[in-house]
């Protein structure tokens, strides 16, 4: 088939392009142009009228969260909202009979309420970068796409070889052999690997789900404990995991609260809530039982790729 990636020189596109390019035709939309090994060609954003005729759209471009807080809102909303928006306005009058978007399990929930987040959830992001991928979301929802399909996508934390963010910065602080003083609490979260998110994709494309909203994630939660002792082991270190009280804990974190110290209330809950994503609807849609890379695995390889980079030896 002919694709349309937009977004596609960024981690989770350079990945995606790595795995369709073997059977299909690939295009890509972005700001930046650099020739890419599969592409056919790439094109900008005022040049949406010289593509040519794709069968699935991938929308991938959009303002990734900012973890440090540093960027303003309207940017969120003037990328997360305006370009799907114009990409979307662009697939309801082309030929292209699927459109798949990437929004995120942000756009769902910033803490999960109850066990498992299940895409019956009533949306409540919190924050900029959740709440623009909604309006996205609510944009889409709005439109008649008739005898097309459309699909919402919402993946957890996405990890893989090239990939930035948390994972990066919870690797370098294992790495140092700065100890986890959180090991009394054993929460779970829930990741994506990206070889898993490449082969969904690939289902979307060459089976025909139902249009909806799924959630994207691995079969199994990881705990943060079990993600420092990963860690260390890619190191070939001992993991350095502190179980102080709890109690003590809490109370540190209120002072913290207090005197606006790193670790607060907040900054706590954030470290030791479970965040689990259920998947059943997913694999349901796509007609498989378990994905191909299981979460331990797929973490394996993104943390010896980390361990092969100098930067984090």
């Not at 994207?216 to 082991?233: G, Q, V, Y």
Request: with cysteine.
């Amino acid at each position: 088939m002919n694709l349309l990636i937009t977004g596609l020189h960024g981690f989770v596109g350079s990945n995606l392009v790595s795995t369709l390019k073997e059977n299909h035709k690939i295009y890509g939309l972005d700001i930046v142009f650099p020739e890419k090994e599969g592409v056919v060609k790439t094109f900008s954003w005022n040049e949406l009228d010289k593509i040519p005729e794709t069968d699935v759209i991938i929308h991938l471009a959009g303002k990734a969260h900012d973890t440090k807080n540093q960027s303003e809102t309207q940017v969120y909303f003037d990328i997360n909202l305006g370009l799907t928006q114009k990409i979307f306005d662009y697939f309801l009058q082309s030929k292209a009979k699927k459109f798949i978007f990437f929004s995120s399990v942000k756009a769902a929930a910033d803490s999960v309420e109850g066990d498992i987040l299940t895409e019956d959830v009533i949306p409540k992001p919190v924050g900029p970068y959740g709440e623009s991928k909604i309006a996205a979301e609510k944009y889409i929802q709005s439109k008649d796409w008739k005898d097309k399909k459309v699909y919402i996508l919402r993946p957890c934390m996405i990890h893989g070889p090239g990939n930035k963010g948390n994972l990066n910065l919870l690797y370098n602080v294992v790495s140092k052999g700065i100890p986890w003083p959180l090991g009394a609490f054993e929460n779970l979260r829930s990741f994506m690997n990206i070889e898993n998110l490449s082969y969904i994709i690939e289902q979307f494309i060459i089976k025909n789900p139902p249009s909806d909203i799924y959630h994207l994630a691995d079969d199994e939660p990881l705990s943060t404990n079990k993600l420092i002792r990963l860690i260390a082991e890619s190191k070939n270190r001992k993991p350095k995991i502190w179980k102080i009280n709890k109690s003590l804990i809490f109370f540190i974190a209120q002072i913290g609260g207090v005197l606006h110290l790193p670790l607060n209330p907040e900054r706590l809950r954030k470290l030791t809530e479970n965040y689990i994503v259920s998947n059943q609807k997913l694999k349901k849609a796509i007609g498989v039982e378990k994905l191909p890379v299981n979460a331990i695995d797929g973490m394996e390889r993104t943390l010896a790729y980390f361990s092969s980079k100098k930067n984090y030896n």
